[in-house]
């Protein structure tokens, strides 16, 4: 187990999944700009989605062809828990995002909330891209939500990358043309408050 990957069994080891300060009840905007983007059957990858309820809200909506990529297995696990035998449907992938094996041109839509602004590396950067140009097909959309230029230093001890839209798109680049982004003011179950940019685009 790398440090990376202690880290986050760590963190979910020691908190409860619904005390993690990214933790949303309900989904609303990544649930939204899913459903804008693709139907039932597309093969949609969330990364990072761990111990969050878009899996759960995704399959309610009627979607069949769901993965779900963590680091932390203790973070899958939590949802395989919560789901019971509706977790048999789901693919799960415990790895790392800049290194793992994904399948060449499978998915429909890629979504991230909350893992690229981790990346400060810009190696890494590099890398988390590659592989979103590699799996997703042409056609297919990208949405990632990292911290906003108001959005904090610091999450779970780890320093982040902060972004305006355009520098968040700029690390993509040319093969992703930006469809549009928002701005999301997430509320932590300490109370605090946290600016989220939502960036979607298309694999062109």
Known sequence: MDDRQQHWESVYSGKAAD??????PHAASSLRLIADSANASAYIIDVGGGASVLVDELLNAGYRNLTVLDLAES????????????????RWIAGDVTQVELPTAHYDVWHDRAVFHFLTDPADRARYVAHVLKSVKPGGRVIVAAFGQGGPLQCSGLDVVRYAPDTLHAEF???????????????TP???EQEFVYCYCVRT
């Open 19 to 24: 005390q993690v300060s990214w933790f949303q």
């Open 190 to 192: 300490t109370g605090k």
């Open 75 to 90: 973070a899958l696990a939590a949802s395989r828990k919560r789901l019971g035998a509706r977790a048999q449907s789901v």
């Open 173 to 187: 680049g040319a093969p992703f043309r930006l469809l549009g982004h928002e701005t999301e003011v997430h509320h």
